[in-house]
């Protein structure tokens, strides 16, 4: 039974640039969240994907998007990167958008020099 | 706003001993809470759970105690072992549209003296 993945596992920009990052659900899951996880601070939620929609939204500017595909894998683009960018963005799946526990993956290191 | 807080950014405990991650909230629409456990260069793993109706839940040696009027949760591990050093996340969430996600606090790292 394949976990949640995530890819790629680091990534290097520069400020200005787009970036975007991958994230397959566990199977069977068919809602993705992302969330960003500073250094030294817990995970931030950004957003939500249920039925290829944006349920709801932290807070986060609108330079953060995303999408979600009908295999309900998702994506998620970061425009005109900021050096405030630098974290550790995760993507967890769950079970229909009520359901509490949600799976992480391991997570895309992004570097923004 | 930091509405889920853990006070302690770290914890020793000796391998055998009984250790007690606190976490305290402050939204009274959370009505569901959790606890991650996170190794270095891995996503958080869920631990275990407890629902709003309840005040305790037990899972092998992990118990996650709320006490709602406190508006406060512990995770209590017996006996620790080494392999429980981590960073410990508490997390909560509510069954209300706009509360559906994970809200975390800052995490605990618990050290397990051998």
């Known amino acids: 039974d394949a976990g949640v993945t995530q890819s790629p596992t680091h990534l290097i920009k520069t400020r200005g640039q787009q970036v975007t990052l991958r994230c397959s659900p566990k199977s069977g899951h068919d809602t993705v969240s992302w969330y960003q996880q500073a250094l030294g601070q817990g995970p931030q939620f950004i957003f939500q994907?249920?039925?290829?929609?944006?349920?709801q939204r932290g807070n986060f500017p609108d330079r953060f998007s995303g999408h979600q595909f009908p295999n309900y894998s998702s994506e998620l683009n970061v425009n005109a990167l900021l050096l405030g960018d630098s974290a550790l963005y995760l993507c967890?799946?769950?079970?229909?958008?009520?359901?509490?526990?949600?799976?992480f993956g391991p997570g895309t290191r992004l570097t923004v020099t | 706003d930091q509405q889920v807080k853990q006070n302690s950014p770290s914890l020793s405990v000796q391998e055998g001993r009984i250790s007690i991650l606190n976490c305290d909230y402050t939204?009274?629409?959370?009505?569901?809470f959790l606890w991650y456990k996170k190794y270095p260069a891995e996503g958080p793993t869920f631990l275990i759970s407890?629902?709003?109706?309840?005040d305790k839940n037990e899972d092998g040696r992990f118990t996650v105690f709320l006490n709602k009027s406190a508006k406060h949760l512990s995770l209590h591990i017996v006996p620790s072992q080494p392999g429980d050093s981590a960073v410990y996340f508490c997390a909560a969430s509510g069954s209300n549209f706009g509360n559906e996600k994970l809200t975390f606090g800052t995490g605990t790292r618990l050290t397990i003296i051998p």
């Open positions: 939204n009274s629409m959370f009505d569901y």
């Open positions: 407890i629902s709003s109706i309840k």
């Open positions: 967890a799946s769950s079970l229909g958008p009520g359901q509490y526990e949600q799976y």
């Open positions: 994907y249920y039925e290829e929609e944006e349920r």
